[in-house]
């Protein structure tokens, strides 16, 4: 066992590729050092977020004598939306586990599903927009609807640029192969992507289901 | 998961280290429970199986779960060493998170109930 070995020797002696960053071993794999620098991002993201979760919260029952989410919204297109990411999320994961293992094949077939499932999620909701707003039901109808868009469209529009992201991960990986620094974008890649859906879960629960509650 | 031919060098710090901490298993164990607990998230909202008084905290409880499940079979935050700057950062974030979420809709309803809008 690793852990074992790592016991029986002095600080001083781990070696470097058991370096996690507090000392013994020189400095963590590079790996290790951008996950952790793309992980502070993305809590700085999910901090922006919270602000426009709180701002929806606060506001959600002002809705000026104009529609409610419970008129508003339609679970079952809502709930199609949750699978797709959720489903986009694994496949994700799957593919750029398949590129750590040096399958480039693999990886590329869970790339065209995860954008497809991604794009589809990004469809479904922009249709969803286009019909609240064609009911008069937009952005500036209402307190309630401001925030609603905000923060919806807030997490779309990083939906959106994941997607843009992967094309170019795609190209980068058609032109270069699975070299190392690739392989770590596509690491932070799969974490920005798994960390939206998380936002998403987030979304639906608080947004689109307890809409009828609160 | 060990390897007994693993040789300790010393190798140049910095230097890539090709041990995948995920399995294909995980990740579909963590879809199965996402799975789980978004469907259950949707029925508890649109029936009376919970206490209608109690579903808004049923449904909170199932978004932490869910959240939960993504973070140790999605972004992998276990209990490894690896992780332990992460949780790190992730126990600030949520921190954060919390005061900003929890102290708006606290001062929010604390404004709304002692200065009531006139009804025009």
């Given amino acids: 066992m690793t852990i074992a070995t790592t016991l029986d020797r002095p600080l001083i002696g781990v070696p470097a590729e058991l370096a996690r960053g507090r000392g013994g071993g020189g400095p963590a794999p590079k790996r290790i050092v951008v996950a952790y620098g793309f992980w502070i991002f993305i809590l700085s993201d999910i901090i922006m977020f919270s602000a426009l979760f709180a701002a ?7 809705t000026a004598g104009g529609p409610t989410g419970a008129e508003l919204f339609n679970l079952r297109n809502v709930f199609i939306e949750t699978m797709c990411l959720l489903l986009s999320s694994y496949t994700c994961g799957i593919g750029v586990l398949s590129a ?61 640029s994941g997607l843009v992201a992967l094309v170019y991960l795609v190209a980068q990986v058609i032109v270069h192969g699975l070299r190392p620094a690739v392989l770590r974008r596509l690491l932070c890649w799969s974490l920005f992507w798994h960390a ?19 | 998961m060990s390897n007994p031919e693993r ?9 890539e280290e090709h041990e ?45 779960a869910q959240i939960g499940v993504h973070l140790v079979f999605f972004l992998h935050l276990g209990s490894g060493s690896d992780s332990t700057n992460n949780i790190l950062a992730l126990a600030f974030g949520v921190l954060v998170v919390f005061l900003v979420i929890a102290g708006s809709i ?10 009531p809008m006139s009804m025009q």
């Fill in chain 2, 106 to 115: 606290w001062i929010i309803a604390n404004l709304n109930t002692n200065m």
């Fill in chain 1, 100 to 160: 750590e293992r040096g399958r480039p094949t693999l990886f590329l077939v869970f790339a065209i599903f995860t954008f497809a499932l991604g794009a589809a999620f990004l469809f479904i909701e922009v249709t969803e927009f286009a019909g609240m707003v064609a009911k008069g039901a937009g952005p500036s109808r209402s307190a309630f609807l401001s925030s609603f868009f905000t923060l919806v469209g807030t997490h779309g529009v990083h939906v959106a």
């Fill in chain 1, 56 to 62: 929806y919260a606060v506001l959600s029952g002002n």
């Fill in chain 2, 20 to 64: 995948p901490t995920a399995s294909y298993l995980s990740y579909t164990v963590g879809l199965g429970l996402a799975i789980v607990a978004t469907i259950a998230s949707f029925i508890v909202a649109q029936t009376n199986l919970l206490w209608p008084p109690g579903i808004p905290v049923g449904l909170i409880v199932l978004a932490l």
């Fill in chain 1, 196 to 214: 939206l859906d998380i936002v998403w879960v987030g979304v639906f629960t608080l947004v689109y289901l307890m809409g009828g509650h609160l």
């Fill in chain 2, 7 to 15: 040789v300790f060098d010393d190798r140049t710090p910095g230097v």
